[in-house]
């Protein structure tokens, strides 16, 4: 059973417009998560991260959201532009797991111009 | 120049070959991880090293073994390849800072076991 999920595997917006990407997870002992974004033919590269003692990150036009008694997170990406066309995946982390990292499918997000 | 790389960057083998995936990282990162990607199931870990000569099994290691021989440099095994190891496979490296660990990724390396 998958602990970091995101249940869309494909988004698309109109360039300009807001992208929303969920994650939710199930394990409540990760306490430490992140967002990385990846280009076809390219490994993935860390875009943002959240702590789970905040529950807001923000970093120029992205900003990750935490809602720990929902266990759900989110990344909003305002105003998307077509460079941000890629898939993005959720990851976690907790002491438990010595910090490796669990990550989520990954979800296609295609920004139209 | 990139600080992950990986060799080589695609690979066609066949079923029952030894094959072995290079990862070398000038980030001066002690901590290096080798990830598979499959459609729909994200990154799925499968070995990891914290520093020279350690070594550590992750969620999916059966079939594969690695060596940490510098810290710079990673390597992963597929003792006799099998047509379910046909996969995207990444190598990164971490940054501790306190307690929060961000990881830095190869470019990947593309394995079609026929």
């Known amino acids: 059973d998958q602990q970091v999920k995101q249940n869309s595997p494909s988004l698309s917006v109109q360039e300009g417009r807001i992208s929303i990407l969920n994650c939710d997870y199930t394990?409540?002992?990760?306490?430490?998560f992140l967002w990385y974004k990846k280009y076809p033919a390219e490994g993935p590269t860390f875009l943002i991260s959240i702590s789970s003692i905040k529950d807001k990150n923000e970093d120029g036009r992205f900003t990750v959201f935490l809602n720990k008694s929902a266990k759900h997170l989110s990344l909003h990406i305002v105003p998307s532009q077509p460079g941000d066309s890629a898939v993005y995946f959720c990851?976690?982390?907790?002491?438990?797991?010595?910090?490796?990292?669990?990550f989520g499918p990954g979800t296609r997000l295609s920004v139209l111009p | 120049d990139a600080d992950v790389t990986q060799t080589p960057r695609n690979r066609i083998t066949k079923t029952g070959k030894r094959i072995m995936l290079e990862c070398s990282q000038t980030k001066g990162h002690d901590r290096m991880y080798w990830y598979r990607q499959d459609p729909g199931l994200g990154l799925r870990l499968i070995y990891y090293?914290?520093?020279?000569?350690?070594?550590n099994k992750g969620e999916i290691s059966d079939g594969y073994s690695v060596s940490r021989q510098a810290q710079a440099k990673f390597s992963l095994s597929l003792e006799s390849a099998i047509p379910n190891q046909t996969a995207l496979y990444f190598c990164?490296?971490?940054?501790?800072?306190?307690?929060?660990?961000?990881?830095?990724f190869g470019p990947g390396t593309r394995l079609l076991v026929l």
């Open positions: 990851a976690a982390s907790g002491q438990n797991y010595g910090q490796n990292f669990v």
């Open positions: 090293s914290f520093d020279v000569k350690d070594i």
């Open positions: 394990n409540s002992m990760f306490d430490y």
């Open positions: 990164a490296t971490s940054d501790l800072k306190g307690l929060q660990e961000t990881q830095y």
